[in-house]
């Protein structure tokens, strides 16, 4: 599990400030994702799972916001070249080994989406906000297990 403090200041904060899609919303959006996901960084790769990075993004994801949404918007592909020399669509494994890179392709997964981000103080609609956009309906992730493993990142 990573230090909660280091990961904010050295990866999320600069990474969705550089994006110019930083919030405190955002911020504990991303943290919640990572620890649901990942336990909070303990896994960089699906055990059973093509999942990869601290997110635990399957790379047709990867390829689906690079093909439907990036590809769509200058201004994100310019900001990706610019501040992570990504001016194209990379290999969805740079999310195993560029911790950055993964938190932004996490951000941009969630702003595809029109509903506005939970606020940062309410747990539950993390979840289900999370449980929704990211995990999905079918996807395995439980209520319950996500919180715990957010209030053990946390704390």
Same mark, same amino acid.
């Given at each position: 599990m990573f230090n909660l403090n280091q990961f904010k200041e050295c990866i999320l904060v600069p990474t969705l400030s550089t994006m110019q899609m930083y919030s405190d919303d955002a911020l504990e959006?991303?943290? #919640?994702?990572?620890?649901?996901e %990942?336990?909070?960084?303990? +896994?960089?790769k699906q055990i059973k799972g093509p999942a990869l990075g601290i997110f635990?993004?399957?790379?047709?994801?990867? $390829?689906?916001?690079?093909?439907?949404?990036?590809?769509?918007? %200058?201004?994100?592909? %310019?900001?990706? %070249? #610019?501040?992570? $020399?990504?001016?194209?669509?990379?290999f969805a494994e740079r999310m195993v080994y560029?911790? $950055? +890179?993964a938190a932004v392709m996490a951000r941009l997964h969630y702003s595809r989406f029109p509903e506005p981000l939970p606020d940062k103080d309410d747990v539950d609609g993390l979840f289900d906000y999370y449980k929704? +956009? +990211?995990?999905?309906?079918s996807g395995k992730a439980k209520k319950a297990d996500c919180i715990k493993k957010y209030k053990a990142f946390i704390s």
């Open positions: 959006l991303l943290i #919640f994702t990572c620890a649901a %990942s336990n909070g960084g303990t +896994y960089l635990q993004m399957e790379p047709a994801t990867h $390829q689906d916001i690079w093909v439907n949404y990036i590809f769509n918007s %200058s201004r994100i592909i %310019s900001l990706l %070249s #610019f501040n992570f $020399q990504c001016p194209t669509i990379q560029d911790l $950055q +890179y929704k +956009y +990211y995990n999905t309906e």
